[in-house]
Nanobody
Framework: QVQLVESGGGLVQAGGSLRLSCAASGRSLRLYAMGWFRQAPGKEREFVAAINWSGDSTLYADSVKGRFTISRDNARNTVTLQMNSLKPEDTAVYYC??????????????????WGQGTQVTVSS
């Protein structure tokens, strides 16, 4: 079992930055590929970014490419999403998730076995 807890969300103006963190407990995160997803009101949960177990391979949704950066620190059992140049359309609840296929960068929700409770990001115009 892996427990995931996100933090770092908040209210920011358009053009600003936020840094989200996902802290894991229960098992080492090096056993998992990690992903970030987001869900806006009335919309499906969508893929944002993914990183493999070692951190040397990443994947981003087109909507965030060049603005967001996913990284991980396996020694500290954490995954981070640095979000720059935020836009109002980035407003959503952001979730981190763990995929036991540690080498795979997956954009769909099903392969991710563990999810955090989410953290709210609100970007004002």
């Amino acid at each position: 079992q892996v427990q995931l807890v996100e933090s770092g969300g908040g209210l920011v103006q358009a053009g600003g930055s936020l840094r989200l963190s996902c802290a894991a407990s229960g098992r080492s995160l090096r056993l998992y590929a990690m992903g970030w997803f987001r869900q806006a009101p009335g919309k499906e949960r969508e893929f944002v970014a993914a990183i493999n177990w070692s951190g040397d391979s990443t994947l981003y949704a087109d909507s965030v490419k060049g603005r967001f950066t996913i990284s991980r620190d396996n020694a500290r059992n954490t995954v981070t999403l640095q979000m720059n140049s935020l836009k109002p359309e980035d407003t959503a609840v952001y979730y981190c998730a763990a995929n036991p296929v540690s080498w795979a960068l997956v954009t769909t929700k099903d392969p991710y076995d563990y999810w955090g409770q989410g953290t709210q990001v609100t970007v004002s115009s």
